[in-house]
């Protein structure tokens, strides 16, 4: 799995990008090989902002989510990609 991080307006920590990383390697067991992960972290003002995309087969799963803490924003986003992921899942099932 290859990631790409980036950090805008913020400095860069090994615990956030740590953090990232365990997160993502969770959804292997929805997506057999997920291919790329896109993770751009960023600050405006007092909000935290968190865009990742994982292009995975051929299909692009991507969210976005802006709180106060840098932390939650990563688990919001988490929460909203493994949920594309299983509908996918089930809607491939189907046909």
Known sequence: ???NITFRN????????DYVK???????KLV???????VVLSTQRHNQMCDIA????????QGSESTEDM?????KV??????QMRDSK????RF
């Open 78 to 83: 988490m929460d909203k990609l493994q949920r």
């Open 1 to 3: 799995m290859k990631f």
């Open 32 to 38: 057999p090989e997920p291919v790329e992960a896109t």
């Open 54 to 61: 994982i292009t995975a087969h051929g299909r692009l799963f």
């Open 10 to 17: 913020m400095d860069a920590s090994t615990a956030i990008k």
């Open 90 to 93: 089930g809607r491939a099932s």
């Open 22 to 28: 365990q997160k993502i390697g969770r959804v292997k």
């Open 71 to 75: 932390y939650s924003s990563i688990d």
